[in-house]
């Protein structure tokens, strides 16, 4: 399903998601599920300003990877301690 558009400067396939569906749910609740992705898809698409995976990567999903990040703590810290744990295998 095609939920933007890009840039021209893009890939014909910006914009372009993929949607699946459990086989055991059958064909007819799968045309539903498609029809309601079809309807509410688009408002949750990105945009380049803020994400530069956009607009296939959603906004739901870029405000969890920002949280999970932020739960992660600096990055520099943890580059540290590998580096710790690291050195003190190697030089042991």
């Given at each position: 399903m095609r939920i933007a558009r890009g840039r021209p400067i893009e890939s014909a396939l910006t914009g372009v998601v993929?949607?699946?569906?459990?086989a055991a749910r059958g064909?007819?609740?799968a045309k539903t599920l498609a029809d309601l992705?079809?309807?509410?898809m688009k408002r949750f698409a990105?945009?380049?300003?803020?994400?530069p995976r956009a607009p296939q990567n959603?906004?739901?999903?870029g405000g969890l990877e920002a949280r999970l990040k932020h739960l992660l703590g600096d990055p520099a810290v943890?580059?540290?301690a590998v580096e710790a744990q690291l050195h003190s295998e190697v030089t042991a």
């Open positions: 993929r949607l699946e569906a459990k064909l007819e609740e992705s079809a309807r509410e990105s945009d380049a300003m803020r994400d959603l906004f739901p999903i943890v580059r540290r």
